[in-house]
């Protein structure tokens, strides 16, 4: 038997005012350092990471930060329908600055998502209360392990510009909507890449972006005074967004 609308509308609002509220807990940029969780596996499944270190109001996301002796991980969870679909339009940037300037000129970074006009993953989900959340779930799972196969990095020493999400580079990336149809993200990168080892203890600053997301397949058609009289939108239609980031600091965890 299929759940009543009100049901699902209610259990969904539910979770959102547990949201908030476990959200106005945490601080707006991680405060410490933390190791991984020994049974961390970068697959999209982030119930290992346990409580958040921090929520983001400029971009409106959760994260972590951690590391162990070979690798930094970086793990988000967007909840906000808006936020979602602008990661999956533009991707996320992480930049990381061993010498803790707030300036990533010239910083090694990491882009994923990488969406191209063919490979988008649209979700609408504004209206919770009609939609069977376990169904859409796997069908945007399969979507993404489908379309999202290329990571982009910039200003890492002999590593492609381009690569496959099945690297030997040991770059590791997941994302997966879990059963609230939150977005979760999960990296792993190698300390090598970033110009810092596990025996430095100097601070960083690293630098988390959701991208920008430019307009495309939307014809505006004005008038004399460039007031809109009409708006067409193909299927594949994508609305432009500005991007949106924070700096944080971080030191090593021993």
């Not at 609308?5 to 807990?25: D, E, G, H, R, Y």
């Not at 910039?154 to 040991?170: E, H």
């Not at 997941?174 to 810092?196: M, T, V, W």
């Amino acid at each position: 038997m299929k759940p009543y609308p009100k049901i699902t509308f209610i259990i969904f609002s539910l979770l959102a005012i547990c949201f908030i509220v476990n959200a106005q807990k945490l601080p707006r940029v991680q405060a410490g350092n933390m190791h991984v969780p020994s049974n961390v596996k970068i697959d999209g499944n982030i119930t290992e990471w346990g409580q958040f270190q921090a929520f983001n109001k400029a971009t409106d996301i959760n994260y972590s930060v951690a590391n162990d002796n070979e690798n930094l991980y970086l793990v988000v969870q967007a909840t906000i329908p808006d936020v979602i679909s602008r990661i999956l339009n533009g991707g996320i940037t992480v930049s990381v600055v061993p010498s803790g300037k707030k300036d990533d000129k010239g910083a090694p970074n990491i882009s994923y998502p990488v969406s191209a006009p063919g490979n988008k993953v649209s979700i609408y989900l504004r209206n919770k209360s009609t939609i069977n959340a376990d169904s859409l779930m796997n069908i945007k799972n399969r979507a993404m392990e489908t379309k999202h196969k290329i990571i982009r990095t910039s200003n890492i020493t002999g590593v492609d510009t381009l690569i496959s999400v099945y690297n030997t580079d040991n770059i590791r990336v997941a994302e997966r909507f879990d059963s609230n149809l939150y977005y979760n993200y999960e990296l792993a990168i190698p300390l090598k890449y970033l110009g810092i080892t596990a025996s430095n203890a100097a601070k960083f600053a690293y630098h988390i972006k959701i991208n920008e997301v430019e307009q495309s397949e939307i014809e505006i058609t004005r008038d004399a005074q460039q007031r809109v009289i009409r708006v067409v939108a193909s299927r594949n239609s994508v609305t432009g967004q500005p991007a949106t980031d924070f700096w944080g600091e971080y030191t090593l965890a021993k």
